[in-house]
T-cell receptor, first 114, second 114 residues
Framework: DSGVTQTPKHLITATGQRVTLRCSPR?????VYWYQQSLDQGLQFLIQ???????AKGNILERFSAQQFPDLHSELNLSSLELGDSALYFC?????????????FGSGTRLTVV | AQSVTQLDSQVPVFEEAPVELRCNYS??????LFWYVQYPNQGLQLLLK??????LVKGINGFEAEFNKSQTSFHLRKPSVHISDTAEYFC????????????FGTGTRLQVFP
């Protein structure tokens, strides 16, 4: 157990629907990162939150949004889902100096859009 | 744009043989370098990291990597692999713009045969 908890582990939904992925960071970590892993794109950075505030944004679609709550857990909201959104979504957390020490990853949420 | 290139998408090797997984990166400034391992149905786990100092870095499970600034490479090596090393390996680099995000390569699938 890495200490980063992601729920649900698997999600199957239809095109056009909206889903919410949840992440609880490792105890003491203030930063949460969301990554999308697909076969053709590899690991793509979506967004980072630090202590409740957005800190960095990557290739995140406008249909996707995220937030980090006061208890530091984070949610990634995906709406108007398309078949191409099917992927593994990873959450990672780090301390205040994340780049120096790397991330701790959760085990991911596998999203299948049908 | 900054990038990480993992030259081999798949590396097959027999048990107890040595292995090298190659990683090259592009950056105009000093960066931090990482290797992560992903076992089936799991999240990514940090193997080792280079921050500064000695160019030879030792990690978990007998892996080591060598930072070569002139060749902008960070190749991962193990002198004798085991069946349990079968996994996906990702090279990553810190963002040269100073954000906390990591930029990942597309991964190398290491398959160890008995």
């Amino acid at each position: 157990d890495s200490g980063v908890t992601q729920t649900p582990k698997h999600l199957i939904t239809a095109t056009g629907q909206r889903v919410t992925l949840r992440c609880s960071p490792r105890s003491g970590d203030l930063s949460v990162y969301w990554y999308q892993q697909s076969l053709d794109q590899g690991l793509q950075f979506l967004i980072q939150y630090y202590n409740g505030e957005e800190r960095a944004k990557g290739n995140i679609l406008e249909r996707f949004s995220a937030q980090q709550f006061p208890d530091l857990h984070s949610e990634l909201n995906l709406s108007s889902l398309e078949l191409g959104d099917s992927a593994l979504y990873f959450c990672a957390s780090s301390g205040w100096d994340g780049p120096r020490y790397g991330y701790t990853f959760g085990s991911g949420t596998r999203l299948t859009v049908v | 744009a900054q990038s990480v290139t993992q030259l081999d998408s798949q590396v097959p090797v027999f048990e107890e043989a040595p292995v090298e997984l190659r990683c090259n990166y592009s950056s105009s400034v000093s960066v931090y370098l990482f290797w992560y391992v992903q076992y089936p149905n799991q999240g990514l786990q940090l193997l080792l990291k280079y921050l500064s100092g000695s160019t030879l870095v030792k990690g978990i499970n007998g892996f080591e990597a060598e930072f070569n600034k002139s060749q902008t490479s960070f190749h991962l090596r193990k002198p004798s692999v085991h069946i349990s090393d079968t996994a996906e390996y990702f090279c990553a680099v810190s963002d040269e713009k100073g954000t906390d995000k990591l930029i990942f390569g597309t991964g190398t699938r290491l398959q160890v045969f008995p």
